[in-house]
């Protein structure tokens, strides 16, 4: 029977002292609550304090909660807001938190599903009232300081195309501020919020459909600018090859009229020679002088009416009525 009652003992010492144990793990912190309200200091909620091991409680009175002690992410959805150029983007933010007051913790939330809901709220609110007070131009540039890559042909055609407008802040310091706006709301829950930043910023299609008309407005100048500028130099060199021409031609009739000029003067001594060498040579060079201005005046359908003492009609005069078969002669 003692033997009996020595087990039951030792059993109900056993299920008390297995009740009141517990290990607190490097990972958490621990608090006690007592019929569902908070008892005494958390566990191992300072970092400057390594209580991680074993610990006790009152066995079945008192109840153990455990928080996670490490740093956690929260990931937002993304929210469509506008910015202050009243272009529309949807915004995807995450951030990463940490619990450093348990109890108040436990009392404002209960568990990390109400936390990151919270967060949802606080953050997704804060973002819109950030992107709302600056130019998109803000959000899709990381730091003021740093110089985008520009096209080539941009710049070759106009050193203002494909120039972004500056920047004053940059989506670091917009993060920073929306890090700022939300602190103060997660400490209210013994949150501390680490950090924010942007995971994500898709352009809406109205949004795409302004860049893309912007690009092509912008590759419409560097086309017109070439246009103008080959049209320039074609003006250039049609000029100059009409300039050219001109000087070309202008010298060959000058060379021609010089040739012409000194071949004339060459027949006209020979011819002068030749008249001035006998009357019998002069009588001939008169005679085929007369026959070259036929040629040029009369032809097979031309009618002229001629008088008797006309010089052209000399000739015609002087000839001699041959019998038929026998060829006539002009006799000068």
């Known amino acids: 029977m003692k033997s009996v009652l020595v087990i039951v003992v030792g059993l109900f010492a056993l299920i008390i002292v297995s009740n009141g144990l517990y290990v607190v793990d490097q990972t958490e912190q621990v608090f006690i609550t007592?019929?569902?309200?908070p008892v005494g200091q958390p566990i191992n909620s300072d970092p400057a304090k390594n209580e991680a091991g074993l610990h006790f409680k009152v066995p079945f009175v008192q109840t153990v909660n455990r928080i996670e002690k490490r740093t956690l992410q929260w990931d937002g959805p993304g929210i469509e807001m506008q910015t202050r150029d009243k272009l529309y983007v949807t915004v995807d933010t995450f951030a990463r938190w940490r619990i450093t007051d348990p109890l108040q913790y436990y009392k404002s939330l209960r568990n990390e599903r109400s936390a990151l809901s919270r967060l949802n709220d606080a953050i997704g609110s804060d973002t819109q009232k950030v992107v709302a007070r600056h130019d998109l131009i803000e959000l899709i540039?990381?730091?003021?300081?740093?110089?985008?890559?520009r096209d080539e042909?941009?710049?070759?055609a106009d050193a203002s195309l494909g120039k972004l407008p500056p920047i004053r802040l940059g989506r670091n310091a917009l993060a920073h501020q929306i890090l700022q706006l939300s602190k103060p709301k997660a400490a209210?829950?013994?949150i501390e919020l680490i950090d924010v930043r942007f995971k994500r910023i898709h352009y809406k299609q109205v949004v795409v459909e302004k860049i893309y008309a912007r690009m092509i407005s912008e590759r419409m100048q560097i086309a017109e600018r070439f246009r103008s500028e080959g049209a320039g130099e074609a003006a250039k060199i049609i000029g100059r090859k009409e300039k050219d021409l001109l000087e070309i031609e202008s010298g060959a009739y000058r060379t021609e009229q010089e040739i012409m000029g000194k071949a004339d003067a060459e027949a006209t001594a020979i011819y002068s020679a030749a008249y001035n060498s006998s009357p019998e040579a002069a009588d001939f060079y008169l005679f085929t002088r007369t026959l070259d201005t036929y040629k040029k005046t009369l032809s097979t359908d031309t009618t002229a009416v001629l008088t008797s003492d006309s010089d052209l009609f000399r000739l015609f005069k002087s000839i001699d009525a041959k019998p038929a078969g026998e060829s006539g002669a002009l006799d000068p």
């Open 34 to 37: 007592q019929f569902g309200k």
């Open 141 to 149: 540039r990381n730091d003021k300081e740093r110089e985008p890559e």
């Open 153 to 156: 042909a941009l710049v070759a």
């Open 188 to 190: 209210e829950w013994g």
